[in-house]
């Protein structure tokens, strides 16, 4: 998990210098860091300059379609989408048999594009109208094999795990008020997080990089929507909503225990941030919105609290598996949200100005933790 | 064994447009059409671009009420002069022209005042250069949709013009 590893050596220049001046090290050895950190270097600005390039061009495509130019025929508008997508598919079947890896790469980018496009123009056409995300579950269901049986990178792997995320967020989002089945449909998009990481641990014959996007937008998409769902112990939760939200959670839950059973079986997401990172958002989200609850300031500190022990239990878990990044998102997380405590305990100034303090409180003691945990580690 | 299923896997979207092409080519070959007066405005879609939100505005009578269900209802449109009317009949009963609301994604919205029966709206895509016109139409006269009826019941709205 390089991303969430580390940044990389922005600085390595600069402090071997200072390393040698203290005399840390002698300068041969700066010169082999200098030379092993160069073989290891890996052009991630470049990456993400390229991908945001074809974003870029991806966005564009579909905009330029959607403007629905009605001055071309529909039969041509429809030929010449269709023309394109082959063109395009044969161009990334070429470049791909001939290795040209980052060629192919684009190409299947701008594959999954114009099938958004062609959707887009689909329905323009023949007015196919309908809420969005049915447009983007169509994506996910044309374009998705696509990525997932020809993507090698993490371009591709992130651009498959922003379709599996998209679509159903928005349809969980939009039919939030209807009951029945659609519980469980909107329970399949919450499990979509750990179902990422599951198909990454799953799916070996898939190129690294491609797995490693998948993992990874995985990790961010379900403590980052754990995060936003803490926020619901800030409203009121009646038994009913708790009872559906109950229903809900039980395909995440499953798909949760079934990533952490593969995960047992490989060792590219560490033991001691197995639980944390697959069972901590799930476990963390259902106790914001499966249990009733009154907004009051009691709910809303055990909010805090919970928040905090998720991302604390991450952070034990990070500093555990040597994931320095993880480790200092985390420890972000909690000092930004012990931060805000005053939130919670608004309601006059003396009440705001006590939260402030305890909120400082909690901060030094969080800093210290930190220091604790770093000097343990450097000891080790 | 991997090359055939990349393979199939690209050929997945080409196929299914295509057969979506002529599926829809074939209902509206088949389709009558209908003029129904409107009353809209104009939205935007990110992905579908410029769109006329509008309610038909067709005389219903029967269970409207049933219409708002997730099962919807057909409608059987008969003409009236000027006007179109929407009578709510049951799915076996015998009509011309029937209109199945759930399939045509037609929208029901409660209405407003006592006794006001439901809103039935639709939404028709149209260019980014006819937009601001259609608008300026909407606002300032009575308007109608041209639709296509599908022998299947989709109501498929084609343009919009000046009623």
């Known amino acids: 998990m390089e991303g969430l590893r580390h940044w990389g050596g922005m600085s390595i220049d600069r402090k071997l210098d200072d390393w040698v001046e ?23 600005a470049r990456w993400a300059l390229a991908g945001l390039g074809m974003l870029a061009v991806a966005l564009g495509i579909v905009l330029v379609i959607s403007a629905n130019w009605d001055r071309i025929g529909d039969s041509f508008k429809l030929g010449a989408q269709l023309a394109l997508l082959a063109g395009v598919g044969a161009a990334f079947w070429w470049a791909r048999g001939g290795g040209r890896v980052w060629l192919a790469e684009g190409l299947l980018f701008l594959f999954a594009a114009l099938v958004l496009g062609g959707i887009a123009l689909h329905a323009q056409v023949f007015q196919l109208t309908g809420p969005i995300w049915e447009a983007l579950l169509w994506w996910l269901v044309l374009a998705g094999p696509a990525l997932l049986s020809g993507g090698e990178t993490r371009l591709t792997g992130l651009a498959f795990a922003a379709l599996a995320l998209l679509g159903p ?11 029945g089945a659609w519980r469980l449909a ?26 490693l996007a998948l993992r990874e937008a995985g990790i961010v998409a379900g403590l980052g929507a754990a995060s936003i769902a803490h926020f619901a112990w800030a409203s009121n939760i009646t038994p009913v909503q708790a009872a559906d939200n109950a229903v809900r959670f039980v395909v995440p839950a499953g798909v949760a225990l079934v ?10 997401l560490p033991r001691p941030l197995r639980l944390p990172l697959l069972l901590g958002p799930v476990l963390a989200a259902a106790l914001a919105l499966a249990i009733p609850h009154a907004d009051h300031t009691a ?50 100034l003396a009440a705001t100005g006590g939260g402030l303090m305890l909120g400082g409180g909690l901060l030094v003691a969080l800093s210290w933790a930190w220091h604790r945990i770093v000097t343990r580690r450097a000891g080790a | 064994m991997k090359r055939w299923g990349l393979l199939l896997a690209l050929l997945l979207p080409l196929v299914w447009l295509g057969a979506s092409i002529v599926r829809n080519q074939a209902a509206l070959d088949e389709a009558k059409e209908w003029r129904i007066p409107i009353a809209g ?41 000027e006007r179109v009317r929407a009578e709510v009949v049951s799915p076996d009963a015998i009509c011309e022209a029937r209109v199945d609301v759930r399939q045509s994604r037609i929208g029901v919205r409660p209405g407003f005042g006592d006794g006001e029966g439901p809103q039935f709206t639709s939404r028709l895509f ?8 259609l608008e300026r139409q909407l606002q300032a006269g009575p308007m109608l949709v041209v639709a296509a009826l599908a022998p299947d019941g989709r109501l498929i709205n084609r343009r919009i013009e000046p009623g």
């Open chain 2, 126 to 133: 149209v260019s980014e250069t006819s937009a601001p016109e």
């Open chain 1, 22 to 44: 203290a005399g840390v090290i002698d300068a041969a050895a700066a010169g082999r860091i200098r030379m092993f950190e160069a073989a290891q270097a890996r052009p991630v």
């Open chain 1, 259 to 268: 990533a952490i059973l593969l995960a047992r079986r490989s060792d590219e």
């Open chain 2, 41 to 81: 405005y104009d939205p935007r879609d990110p992905l579908r671009g410029r769109y006329i939100q509008f309610a038909y505005a067709w005389d219903v009578t029967g269970a409207a009420a049933a219409c708002d269900r997730p099962e919807g209802c057909m409608l059987c449109l008969t003409r009236d002069e």
């Open chain 1, 299 to 348: 709910s809303r500190l055990i909010g805090v609290v919970v928040f905090v022990g998720l991302w604390g239990w991450v952070a034990q878990g990070a500093a555990a598996a040597g994931w320095s990044t993880l480790f200092a998102v985390a420890i972000a997380a909690i000092g930004l949200r012990i931060f805000i405590i005053y939130l919670e305990l608004f309601g006059s």
């Open chain 1, 186 to 211: 909107q329970g399949a998009a919450m499990a979509v997080p750990a179902g990422l990481i599951a198909v990454s641990l799953l799916a070996g014959w898939l190129a690294p990089g491609f797995r």
């Open chain 1, 169 to 179: 967020t928005l349809m969980a989002a939009d039919t939030v008020a209807a009951g």
